[in-house]
């Protein structure tokens, strides 16, 4: 079963323009991660924000995480058309595994 | 620093045969883990292997199965294949620790297709 679910399912949005996706999840977690995945192809790491944090940057990339209403936000500032790619979240649930959302397709048109 | 290699990238078979997915991890890395991905189901946890022992495992049937060898390298293997069985495999390799607690790198991915 999916632990997150990511919102919106799908964003097109043009280059220069802010995207941001959201994750919600069910249970508490230790941890959320960020990845990335071009078409068909293997996923990216792109930030851990662990349970104790609100807030954390990366490059063009800030992440959000309110373990109050249990959902995190990826922003992503001025797009490019290489951000061209589906966006999932990844909790541990508590237990051992981590588990995916459904995703976020994002397309970033030039 | 070589990245995550999984062989072969393709691979096409026929419901009820059986087939064997290999990982190779980035170097120094410990923990491998496999996913299953479909358009229906997303991204499934299949099992997590660490020193040669699998240390987690998700809600598959007993067809899917792996094991890690003392080199970290590890396979996977799925017999009486199902149409069901089509998917993408990914493997992903972390540094010592519970996977939830860690980078995940992933390669990318053998695409099974059962015919």
């Known amino acids: 079963s999916q632990q997150g679910e990511e919102d919106p399912q799908a964003l097109s949005i043009q280059e220069g323009e802010n995207a941001t996706m959201n994750c919600s999840y069910k249970t508490s977690i230790n941890n959320l991660q960020w990845y990335r995945q071009n078409s068909g192809r293997g996923l990216v790491h792109l930030i851990l924000?662990?349970?104790?944090?609100r807030e954390k940057h990366s490059g063009r990339l800030r992440v959000t995480l309110d373990t109050s209403k249990k959902s995190s936000s990826l922003l992503i500032t001025a797009s490019r058309a290489a951000d061209t790619a589906s966006y999932f979240c990844a909790t541990d649930l508590y237990t051992d595994k981590l588990i995916f959302g459904t995703g976020t397709r994002l397309q970033v048109f030039p | 620093k070589a990245g995550v290699t999984q062989t072969p990238r393709y691979l096409i078979k026929t419901r009820g045969q059986q087939v064997t997915l290999s990982c190779s991890p980035i170097?120094?890395?410990?923990?491998v883990s496999w996913y299953q991905q479909t358009p229906g189901q997303g991204l499934q946890f299949l099992f997590e292997y660490f020193s040669e022992t699998q240390r987690n495992k998700g809600n598959f049937p007993g067809r899917f199965s792996g094991r890690q060898f003392s080199n970290s390298r590890s396979e996977m293997n799925v017999s009486t294949l199902e149409l069901g069985d089509s998917a993408l495999y990914l493997c992903a390799s972390s540094l010592p620790g519970l996977a939830r607690y860690n980078e995940q790198f992933f390669g990318p991915g053998t695409r099974l297709t059962v015919l």
């Open positions: 924000i662990r349970s104790n944090e």
């Open positions: 170097s120094g890395h410990r923990s």
